[in-house]
């Protein structure tokens, strides 16, 4: 072997370990923030603008805006207000169903309110697409979707 051929399948030895080391720390981290996530008491939102409908058909489906509050493991833990909000909690999904009204857990607020999303106020762009948000105990915003 040449010189030059020495240097290529050192420096092949040397980058190959570093991306497959890269890559599986992107997937264990995904799988890491999906356990996380599942592991808290989800609030689905079900506004007009998460239900994706299908014109001509009647037929529509929730788009998935789902959100979960961290440390909330308990549904007790989560308070929900508002005089047209509908609330039901399905244990195996762990999640909450929900329309108008305000969904807290002492922390953060999520406000659902003429189809609009305000998590702690700030107001969230929402189309027809999946959303799947972490409130944290600092109030910051994690999308839980590794794009």
Do not use: W
């Amino acid at each position: 072997m040449t010189r030059k051929s020495k240097d290529v399948v050192a420096l092949l030895a040397v980058l190959c370990p570093l991306f497959v080391i890269l890559i599986k720390t992107h997937f264990v981290a995904a799988a890491f923030h999906g356990y996380r996530f599942n592991s808290y008491v989800h609030v689905r939102l079900d506004v007009p603008a998460c239900i994706n409908r299908y014109p001509g058909t009647g037929k529509s489906e929730c788009c998935q805006c789902v959100l979960a509050f961290e440390g909330q493991k308990n549904p007790s833990g989560l308070s929900f207000t508002g005089s047209s909000l509908k609330s039901r909690y399905d244990s195996e999904q762990r999640t909450y169903i929900s329309g108008d009204g305000i969904v807290t857990d002492g922390k953060n607020t999520v406000e659902l309110h003429d189809g609009k999303i305000f998590l702690n106020k700030q107001e969230i762009p929402v189309r027809s697409t999946p959303m799947k948000v972490l409130l944290t105990k600092s109030g910051e915003l994690e999308n839980q979707f590794f794009d």
